[in-house]
């Protein structure tokens, strides 16, 4: 027989209520109140207890914590449960609610078990009411319901999707934005109607994009003599009361309206320090503020669509009830690792190991592949260049579509283009397809390439710095008198030397010619000092050819329907002069496409910002000087853009230079040109074969696929051709360079982004001999000219045969050493290391934007003395009611 609640149950203790009781009585104890449960059967008695958090044995009595019955018991000794399971003949057991401490009765078998008074069932009546009012009010609400600190922080606070702008570092101090400390910081939203108005206490400004250059104070950023000057303050540094009154900023994502003046946070020559000219106040960029390379000791979020609507009512509330004790807030988490440290640029960041060098990954291709085993002398090489990243104030949302991206669309779709084309093996010059990253961060890219190609590394194998389309002279011998075993000889030679001449090795030169051709070489070896004078050098400049293609995503006329394009040339003219005849050519040959192209503006001081600067830099450095085959090296390039004397992007380097900003149509036309002029070029002297070149046509829903996959989140990388290659991290394309993680020499990248990775798998395919190969792979080929395409993919990796390479691409003044980064002195064969900020990107935790409701100063003051006064009064009526009762008890 089972007692409870006075209720005596002949049962089996299965179904008895004790079960749900004892789950109760846990509820009970997490909610303040102490439970016990009293049992007896056949002269045992079981107690359980909650005492602290002890746990109590004595002889004949068993006391356990309900909630820790299972872990606090000693081994072997039964629960309460289980000794209540293994009773043969219960006969009574009794459940009482005692509150704060513990008390104990004994009970005589039969005894008429009850409450220990009316007040306790009421108590428990009322308690069963309250649970079932919880339950019935956990399943009314679903999943909304407060069951951890997560949800109550849900429920108190609402996250902001945003785009945040960072804290970068360079050798000479920071730019971009930060918590000014350690911690969050929280703070009233305002809106900002006027530029000059003023701010009453700290707040989170909100304000439109088109105020943001007016309210920021602007830097010019040039070199001089190694350090940045600053000109044109706007109002933050003017005012410094005004400046330490913004606690963050808030900016609207609405459409920007002044589309016809432009918004562009770069400088207006962006990367001047590395023009291979003296001309740096030339005005590239008209739009360019400079805001994006400024210094803020405050959070900047740009906010999504989505969150503006949100962000602006909390606005309007703050601003309509400006006396209640409602403030809506914004918090801004923007703590930034270099802040904690104290580190203030890049070399000392990284010596705290506080930041990270920004870089990536670029990659080039040949086509047809270059067999890097074969004895036969290597072809000349023509180089097509293009750039895959952008910035942007706000580091997320760095999309460049007209700025980097159309250039690099046109890029892959003109190798799309020529690798339907039979007789490339046949032509005079190799085509090498280039995709640099960083160049938006001091030419990263490029500048590492050339690096990597003068010291002859694995990423460049199968390239040479004296292939990249060099045309060497000949060697006249004139009328040399020798003598042969004793027989007098004269003659003249004309021999033209390959690229491996050099005078010491005329011997190797002449050896394959005639029996006096290799007398004169026996006699050079022996005495090349005195023979040299009779020596006549024809030897034309060592040049390197390059077509980088910029911009070109607004060189359609929409009332023309013609494209457009300007062709900025720079080194050698010679050279350039034949390729501008290849781009006309090209252009004729492209008929009823009405694609055209021009020279750019005789006045313009050079070529604009290009990667090409970082090769004519790379020239003038070494101008004077000759090369270890006695040859002078020049640089031939030609940039193409869509713009003869400044950008007509607008929105240079800013988030707003998406895929609204370009023309499809504009980038196939400048593929078709391309593709082309490439044919031309590399038929060398041979007749061009009209057949071949008029069979090039690009393919313009290539273009357009690419534009959705490269520039948007719909499709995004998540698009059929992305994905034929790789499994995207992200499904948002974002093309600012990062931060470099892998190994300097490794030509497997573990960190390479998504996008480089894709232009790897997209060239290694188009560019092999055997398209659609069924020879499968995870990784790596057997043979060393196969690489390994769509390897991240289930089961689709399939070995070709290709030359596609990942090339390490951040900054020459920096070296890995014991798995740490250091800053090292400027090399002489470096030109453009004196001006090389070196940029690197902070650490931080997190990053977050949210916004909630919080009570103001003077209304919590308010609850303060009004809880204090309750208190005291609450304290002065229990001693005056304690003092009565004890009073009239002691009359009763």
Not at 41 to 46: A, I, L, Q, R, V
Not at 121 to 143: D, H, W
Not at 802 to 818: C, F, I, M, N
Request: with cysteine; hydrophobic share 40%.
């Amino acid at each position: 027989m089972l007692f409870v609640d006075g209720t005596c149950f002949e049962k089996d203790i299965t179904s008895c209520p004790l079960r749900p009781l004892l789950h109760l009585l846990s509820i009970t104890s997490l909610n303040g109140r102490d439970a016990w449960t009293h049992c007896r059967s056949e002269g045992d008695m079981y107690w359980t207890e909650r005492e602290g958090c002890s746990t109590t044995y004595s002889d004949g009595n068993v006391f356990v914590d309900p909630q820790l019955v299972r872990a606090d018991r000693p081994p072997g000794t039964p629960t309460f449960l289980d000794r209540l399971m293994s009773v043969g003949n219960p006969t009574c057991c009794r459940v009482i609610f005692t509150p704060l401490r513990v008390r104990s009765w004994p009970i005589s078998q039969g005894s008429s078990a009850g409450l220990e008074c009316p007040t306790m069932a009421l108590k428990l009546l009322l308690f069963f009411a309250l649970s079932i009012l919880f339950v019935t009010r956990r399943s009314i609400a679903g999943p909304d319901t407060l069951e951890s600190v997560p949800d109550l922080q849900r429920i108190m606070y609402q996250n902001i999707k945003s785009y945040p702008c960072v804290r970068l570092l360079n050798l000479y101090g920071e730019i971009g934005c930060s918590n000014p400390g350690l911690r969050k910081v929280v703070a009233p939203i305002v809106r900002l109607n006027h530029s000059d108005e003023d701010l009453s206490y700290p707040s989170a400004i909100l304000l439109p994009l088109e105020k943001l250059e007016s309210l920021f104070q602007r830097f010019r950023m040039d070199f001089i003599n190694g350090a940045f000057f600053i000109e044109s303050p706007y109002r933050v540094s003017k005012d410094v009361d005004f400046a330490h009154k913004i606690a963050g900023v808030l900016v609207e994502s609405d459409e920007y309206p002044s589309k016809s003046t432009g918004f562009s946070p770069a400088e207006k020559f962006p990367q001047a320090a590395f023009a291979p000219y003296k001309n740096h106040s030339y005005e590239w960029n008209a739009d360019g503020s400079g805001i994006m390379l400024n210094h803020y000791n405050f959070p900047v979020f740009l906010l999504s669509p989505q969150a503006n609507s949100i962000v602006q009512e909390l606005a309007d509330k703050n601003a309509e009830e400006p006396d209640l004790y409602k403030v809506h807030v914004a918090e801004f988490d923007l703590v930034m690792q270099t802040t904690k440290a104290h580190t203030q640029d890049s070399e000392s960041c990284l010596k705290e190991q506080s930041c990270l060098p920004l870089g990536g990954f670029s990659v080039w291709s040949s086509l047809p592949p270059i067999n890097v085993s074969s004895k036969e002398p290597p072809k000349p090489i023509i180089m097509v260049v293009a750039s895959q990243d952008s910035a942007s104030l706000f580091r997320d949302l760095s999309l460049g579509a007209e700025s980097s991206i159309s250039g690099l669309i046109a890029l892959l779709t003109a190798v799309d283009a020529l690798s339907y084309v039979n007789d490339l093996t046949e032509l005079k010059k190799q085509l090498v397809f280039m995709v640099f990253t960083g160049e938006a961060w001091g030419y990263l890219g490029s500048r590492k390439f050339l690096q990597e190609l003068d010291m002859g590394t694995a990423a460049v194998n199968g390239l040479d710095s004296t292939m990249i389309d060099q045309e060497f002279g000949n060697v006249s011998l004139y009328h040399v008198f020798f003598n042969i075993g004793g027989e007098s000889q004269s003659g003249n030679i004309t021999y033209h030397c390959p690229a491996d001449f050099h005078v010491n090795l005329c011997f190797q030169c002449f050896e394959n010619q005639s029996r006096l051709a290799r007398a004169v070489g026996k006699i050079l070896n022996f005495t090349s000092i005195a023979i040299f004078s009779y020596f006549s050098f024809s030897m034309e400049l060592a040049s390197y050819l390059v077509l980088e293609i910029g911009s070109v995503g607004k060189g359609l006329d929409q009332g023309t329907s013609a494209a457009t394009f300007y062709a900025h040339a720079g080194g050698n003219s010679s050279v350039t002069k034949d390729m501008l005849e290849a781009l006309q050519s090209a252009s004729d040959s492209l008929g009823t496409d009405n694609v055209k192209i021009k020279m750019a503006d005789a006045s313009n001081p050079g070529i604009p910002p290009s990667s090409l600067m970082a090769f004519l830099r790379k020239e003038i450095s070494s101008i004077s000087e000759m090369d270890v085959y006695g040859r002078k090296n020049t640089t031939a390039g030609i940039v193409l853009e869509d713009f003869g004397s400044s950008f007509s992007n607008k929105f240079y380097h800013s988030h707003l230079d998406n895929p609204s900003n370009i023309n499809a149509t504009s980038i196939a036309a400048a593929a078709a040109l391309v593709a082309r002029s490439l044919y031309i070029l590399a038929s060398g002297d041979m007749q061009v074969k009209l057949m071949s070149l008029n069979s090039i046509k690009v393919n313009v829903s290539l273009v357009e696929e690419l534009v959705g996959c490269l520039l948007s989140c719909e499709p995004g990388l998540s698009c059929g051709i992305v994905k034929n290659f790789i499994s995207p991290s992200n499904n948002c394309p974002n093309h600012y360079v990062g931060v470099f993680l892998d190994s300097p020499d490794t030509q497997y990248p573990e960190y390479a982004d998504d996008v480089s990775r894709f232009v790897w798998n997209f060239l290694a395919n188009k560019t092999s001999l055997v398209k659609d190969s069924t020879n499968s792979c995870t990784g790596k080929c057997d043979s060393v000219d196969e690489v390994c395409v769509g390897a991240e993919t289930d089961g689709n990796g399939r070995c070709v045969v290709s030359t596609t390479r990942y090339v390490p691409a951040y900054s020459t003044r920096l070296e890995l050493k014991y798995n740490a980064w250091h800053v090292i002195h400027v090399n002489s064969s470096d030109p453009m290391g004196s001006v090389d900020p070196v940029w690197t990107e902070s650490f931080w935790n997190t990053i977050g934007l949210r916004v909630d409701t919080v009570q103001s100063s003077t209304y919590d003051w308010l609850i303060l003395t009004a809880g204090v006064g309750i208190t005291v009064a609450s304290y002065i009526a229990t001693i005056m009611t304690k003092a009565f009762l004890a009073k009239t008890v002691k009359n009763d």
